[in-house]
């Protein structure tokens, strides 16, 4: 059964979330909701190259899947169209790859040592004359 989700667009993330509602910050680049299972679990997904992306075509679209594999509950759940459709209940062998491979993500897409020098080297040259 896919769970129709209300859409919130708000600038701050109320403290208290109500189940059914996924809030949207634009202007923080985060989307949260409370775990569609039913456990009670606040759920926050930055918004990012390196984290999900967010889609609007007339309804909300949140990639990639939505993985509690470290909560009691282990829900695995992907937001499409505004509705939650549900997977299979993800294994500790799971949970601990896609935790490797979103770390894997994150250092490329923040940790650019060579960007970083690159840039640190024609600043030094600009100052240099």
Known sequence: MKQLLEIIY?????SELETGRLYVSFQY???????AC???RRVVTPLGAADWTLRFDGAV?????????????????WIRGDRVVWG???SA??????QRRDAAGRARS???????????STVRKFLRG
Request: aromatic share 8%.
């Open 10 to 14: 708000t600038e701050f993330i109320p």
């Open 29 to 35: 680049s985060t989307a949260s909701h409370l775990c």
């Open 38 to 40: 039913g456990c009670g």
């Open 61 to 77: 679209t949140l990639h990639p899947s939505i993985g509690n594999g470290q909560w009691p509950c282990r829900s695995h759940y």
């Open 88 to 90: 299979q209940t993800m």
């Open 93 to 98: 062998t799971q949970v601990s790859a896609d």
């Open 110 to 120: 923040y940790g650019r040592p060579h960007v970083k020098s690159r840039l640190i």
